[in-house]
C-alpha cells in the first residue's frame, strides 16, 4: 500500500514537472533604490509574462558582494539562464565564470562584464549619449561659452562613458570651456549642494551638464535658488518621469533618453531566443563601402 | 600669562581651532571663498548634518551610538512626502516627527530594556528603516508639494537662511539641555560610569530611551529640510548620514567610550566636514583625492586631540 502511494505520488511529480517545463530565468540588478532599474525590471517582468517565463529577481542593493551571493543562489536554483545589471564590470567577473562553470547562460543589461562568456549585451550607448548632450549644449550656445560636468559615482562604467563621450565631442568646440568637473555621485541632494558651491565659484556659467538626472534635478533647485534658471541651461541623462517633467516645465533644457523599460524587455526576449534555438541574432551595422 | 590662557583654551576646543585653520587656508588658495554669500551656502548646507550630530552627541555622550539615523532620516521623509502630496504640510510635518520618535523609541527600548548593544540594535533598525522606506516608495522619489512647505528649506528671516535658524535653535536647545538640566547632568553620568550612575539612584533605562528618542526626532528635522530644499524625497536619503554624524561629533573631541564631549564641538565637527566639502568643490579637486583628503583631516584632529 505505502509502495503504491510512493509511486503515485512520483508519478504525479513527474508529469507535474513535464506539464509545467516553462524556462526559469534569473534577474540580478544592481539596485531597485534607483527608478532607473525598477522601470527596467517592470520591463522585463511584463515580457516575461507575456512569453510564460518563470522569472525570479533578486536586488544587490549596489554592493558587488551581495550581488555575488545572489547570482550563487541563483546557480543553486538551477535556473535555465541568468540576466544580470551588474554593480561593477570588474567585480562581477567572478559570478559570470561561476555561472559559465554550471552551464547555464549569461546576458548582460546596461553595464557589461570586463570577463567571463557573456552570450550578449544590451546596453544604450552611454559614449554616444555624452557626445549628444555636448553637441546640443555647443549648438544651444553657438559654439562659445563655459560648461560644468557633473560626475556620476567616480569608477563605474557609466560615470566614465558618459563622461568620455562629453568630453570628447566638447573639445571639438574650441569656444567652449568646461570650467569644472565635479562629482555628486548620481545622487539628487548631491548634485544640489556641489552645485551650490560650484555657483559661487563661478557665478558666470552657461551650461551643465549632469551624467544622470538625478544630479541634473539638484542642480537645477541650486540654480533655481540662486535666481538663474533663465542663464544656466542644465543637461540630464536617464530621462526619468521627474526629468521629462521638468523638461516639459521648461527647468531642464534636455534629458538624454535611455529606455530602461525597453532594455528590461530585450533583455528577457534575447534570453528566451536563446533558451528555444541555443543561438541568437545580433544585428550588426551596415556599412557603406565605396571605391 | 594671557596666550598661556588663550593656547590652553585652544586645546579644549581643538575643532574651533580646526575650523579657523581650514577656514584660512582656502581662504589663501581660493577668492571665491571667503564671501558672505559662500558662508551663508556653507551654513546652509552643514545644517542638514549638523541638526542630526547634535542628537548623535547625547547618544555618544552617554556611551552609545546610533546607526539608524539615516534610516530614520529616509523613512520620516518618504512618510512625510506623501502626506504633503496631499496639501497638509503640518500634518506631514508633525508625522514625520512622529515617525522619528517612534523609531527612536524603539531603538531606546531595546537597547536599554533589551540590554543589548547600541551599535547591534541601531544596526538592526538602521537596516529595518531603510527596508521600509522602499517597500513604502516602492523605490520611487516622491515629488509635488504645496509651495508653502518650501519656506522651511528656501525661506530666509534678515537673510538668514531658515535651515540655519533651525540649525541654531536646535544647538541652542541641546547645550541648555546638556549643561543646565537633570537630563544633561544624567547623560553624562551614565557615559562616564554606568554602574555608579545606577547606584546612584539614576534611572538610567529612562534618560537612555530619551535620548534615542532625541536622536530620532532630530534625524526627522533634518529630514524635513532637506525633504524642503531638494523639494522631493527620495528613498536613497541619508545614506551614510550616520558616520558623517559620528565623525563631527568625534571632531568635536567627544569620545567613543562616552562619558565626554560637548555640543559646541559637535557644532564646529559638522562646519569642518562641510567647509571640506565645499571648499574641495571651489577648488575643483579631482573627485578622487576628496576622500582621502578628509579621512587625513578626521585623522589629524584625532591625534591633535590626544596630546591635551
Given amino acids: ?291 | 600669562m594671557k596666550w598661556k590662557n588663550i593656547l590652553k583654551k585652544m586645546k579644549e576646543y581643538p575643532a574651533i581651532v580646526g575650523f579657523f585653520g581650514i577656514v584660512l587656508f582656502f581662504s589663501l588658495l581660493s577668492d571665491r571663498f571667503l564671501t558672505v554669500s559662500n558662508f551663508v551656502n556653507v551654513f546652509r548646507q552643514v545644517s542638514i548634518q549638523a541638526v542630526i550630530a547634535f542628537g548623535m552627541t547625547l547618544v555618544i555622550i552617554s556611551g552609545g551610538i546610533d546607526l539608524s539615523v539615516g534610516s530614520i532620516f529616509a523613512l520620516s521623509a518618504v512618510v512625510m512626502a506623501s502626506i504633503l502630496k496631499g496639501g497638509s504640510v503640518f500634518l506631514g510635518i508633525v508625522v514625520a516627527l512622529l515617525v522619528g520618535a517612534v523609531m527612536g523609541a524603539a531603538n531606546g527600548i531595546i537597547i536599554a530594556k533589551g540590554r543589548i548593544q547600541p551599535f547591534i540594535v541601531t544596526l538592526a533598525t538602521m537596516a529595518i528603516g531603510r527596508s521600509l522606506t522602499l517597500v513604502y516608495t516602492q523605490g520611487m522619489p516622491i515629488t509635488g508639494f504645496p509651495q508653502s512647505f518650501r519656506v522651511i528649506g528656501r525661506g530666509e528671516m534678515l537673510g538668514i537662511p531658515v535651515p540655519v535658524i533651525i540649525m541654531f535653535g536646535l544647538f541652542m536647545l541641546i547645550w541648555f539641555i546638556s549643561t543646565y538640566t537633570k537630563l544633561g547632568l544624567y547623560t553624562y553620568a551614565i557615559g562616564g560610569n554606568e554602574t555608579a550612575a545606577k547606584l546612584s539612584g539614576v534611572k538610567v533605562d529612562r534618560y537612555k530611551i530619551i535620548i534615542y528618542v532625541l536622536s530620532g526626532v532630530l534625524s526627522a528635522v533634518s529630514a524635513i529640510i532637506l525633504t524642503s530644499r531638494l523639494n522631493s524625497a527620495q528613498p536613497t536619503f541619508g545614506t551614510g548620514y550616520e558616520l558623517d554624524a559620528i565623525a563631527a561629533v568625534v571632531l568635536g573631541g567627544a569620545s567613543l567610550a562616552g562619558g565626554k564631549g560637548t555640543v559646541i564641538g559637535t557644532l564646529f565637527g559638522a562646519l569642518i566636514m562641510g567647509i571640506l566639502n565645499n571648499g574641495l568643490n571651489l577648488l575643483n579637486v579631482s573627485p578622487f583625492y576628496q576622500q582621502s583628503v578628509k579621512g587625513i583631516v578626521i585623522l589629524i584632529a584625532v591625534l591633535l586631540e590626544r596630546e591635551t
Fill in chain 1, 1 to 291: 500500500m505505502k509502495k503504491a502511494i510512493l509511486v503515485i505520488f512520483v508519478l504525479v511529480l513527474l508529469v507535474a514537472t513535464v506539464l509545467g517545463a516553462k524556462y526559469k530565468i534569473g534577474l540580478s540588478l544592481s539596485t531597485l533604490n534607483n527608478p532607473f532599474f525598477v522601470t527596467l525590471r517592470d520591463g522585463a517582468i511584463d515580457k516575461a509574462k507575456e512569453l510564460g517565463i518563470d522569472l525570479i529577481v533578486v536586488d544587490a542593493q549596489d554592493k558587488p558582494s551581495k550581488q555575488l551571493n545572489d547570482i550563487e543562489d541563483l546557480i543553486q536554483q538551477r535556473v535555465d539562464l541568468i540576466i544580470i545589471n551588474p554593480t561593477d564590470s570588474d567585480a562581477i567577473v567572478t559570478a559570470v565564470e561561476e555561472a559559465n562553470k554550471a552551464n547555464i547562460p549569461v546576458i548582460t543589461v546596461d553595464r557589461a562584464s570586463n570577463g567571463g562568456k557573456v552570450i550578449v549585451h544590451i546596453a544604450s550607448d552611454n559614449v554616444l549619449g555624452g557626445m549628444m548632450a555636448a553637441k546640443f549644449i555647443a549648438e544651444k550656445l553657438n559654439g562659445k561659452g563655459k560648461v560644468v560636468e557633473l560626475v556620476g559615482i567616480p569608477g563605474t562604467s557609466a560615470a566614465r562613458d558618459r563622461g568620455l563621450g562629453f568630453e570628447t565631442e566638447l573639445k571639438k568646440y574650441p569656444g567652449l570651456t568646461l570650467v569644472a568637473r565635479q562629482t555628486a555621485n548620481f545622487n539628487r541632494a548631491e548634485g544640489l549642494v556641489v552645485m551650490e558651491n560650484l555657483l559661487e565659484a563661478y557665478p558666470d556659467i552657461d551650461a551643465v551638464f549632469a551624467q544622470n538626472d538625478e544630479m541634473a534635478l539638484g542642480a537645477i533647485e541650486a540654480i533655481k535658488a540662486a535666481g538663474k534658471l533663465d542663464k544656466i541651461m542644465v543637461v540630464g541623462f536617464d530621462a526619468i518621469p521627474d526629468a521629462i517633467d521638468s523638461v516639459k516645465k521648461g527647468e531642464m533644457a534636455a534629458t538624454i533618453a535611455q529606455q530602461p523599460y525597453l532594455m528590461g524587455q530585450k533583455a528577457v526576449e534575447k534570453a528566451f531566443e536563446y533558451l528555444k534555438t541555443q543561438s541568437i541574432y545580433i544585428p550588426v551595422e551596415l556599412k557603406l563601402v565605396i571605391k
